[in-house]
């Protein structure tokens, strides 16, 4: 097996769940040094144990936080050459003027903050590489909104329009910024709570992984600013 990554850093924020865990398997598999972020130690505990792997319980919606954990990446490695972000969440099935007012204000926490407060620490220390790749994950639901998701559509459609900016900010840096956009991915939670619907129609994790290690990848070095769709079969 080819081992592209060997002797790269890569940051997986939400390194343990259910995408966050098949990017992070894909990456130890290529051979990266990878620091993952979680809010549950036994998740963590889970992952293949090893020199090449890290993790740190860290809020990436806090700004210090954020900094912190780059000073520590960057103590021990030295540089950083890869972030996915996969932090987010999904509030849905509620019409919008029914919702609870909280809705959007989480929404925009997780699936927004999350990025802006990252590339914030993160981009600098690209830009003194004058390398990296960046990818966010975003949604199709920012480009195709659903009925009973307006402050989720809302987030996703914000987050897709601020990597879009920060790629602009950094064409021709060396510094790449692409978003991925799933439709529902095939993972156990979502099972649960539509157990009706066509689950071979949906994207696996282990599927959106490798679009992710394309894209972070050498052979993607002309995808820049890029909005990927990866929308299975539905």
Request: net charge positive; glycine share 10%; proline share 4%.
């Amino acid at each position: 097996m080819s081992k592209r990554f060997s002797g790269k850093t890569v940051l997986i924020t939400g390194g343990t769940g259910g995408l966050g865990r098949a990017v992070t398997l894909a990456f130890l598999e290529e051979g990266a040094d990878i620091i993952v972020t979680f809010q549950k130690q036994e998740e963590f505990a889970q992952l293949p144990q090893g020199q090449q792997l890290e993790g740190f319980q860290v809020d990436v919606t806090d700004e210090h936080a954020v900094r912190g954990l780059m000073d520590k990446i960057i103590a021990r490695h030295k540089k950083l050459d890869v972030l996915v972000n996969t932090v987010g969440g999904y509030a849905g099935g509620t019409k919008f003027w029914e919702a609870d007012e909280k809705v959007i204000s989480r929404m925009l926490s997780l699936n927004l903050q999350t990025g802006y407060t990252l590339c914030r620490s993160i981009v600098p220390i690209m830009l003194g590489q004058k390398s990296g790749a960046i990818i966010n994950i975003a949604a199709k639901a920012g480009v195709d909104p659903a009925p009973g998701a307006g402050a989720y559509s809302a987030s996703k459609a914000a987050a897709l329009a601020m990597m879009a900016s920060l790629a602009a900010d950094l064409k021709g840096s060396g510094v790449r910024v692409n978003s991925i956009l799933p439709s529902i991915i095939d993972t156990a939670p979502n099972r649960q709570a539509m157990p009706k619907a066509d689950f071979s129609k949906w994207p696996k994790p282990e599927q959106i992984a490798r679009v992710i290690l394309f894209l972070s990848s050498d052979e993607a070095s002309v995808i820049h600013g890029a909005s990927i769709p990866v929308y299975g079969y539905s």
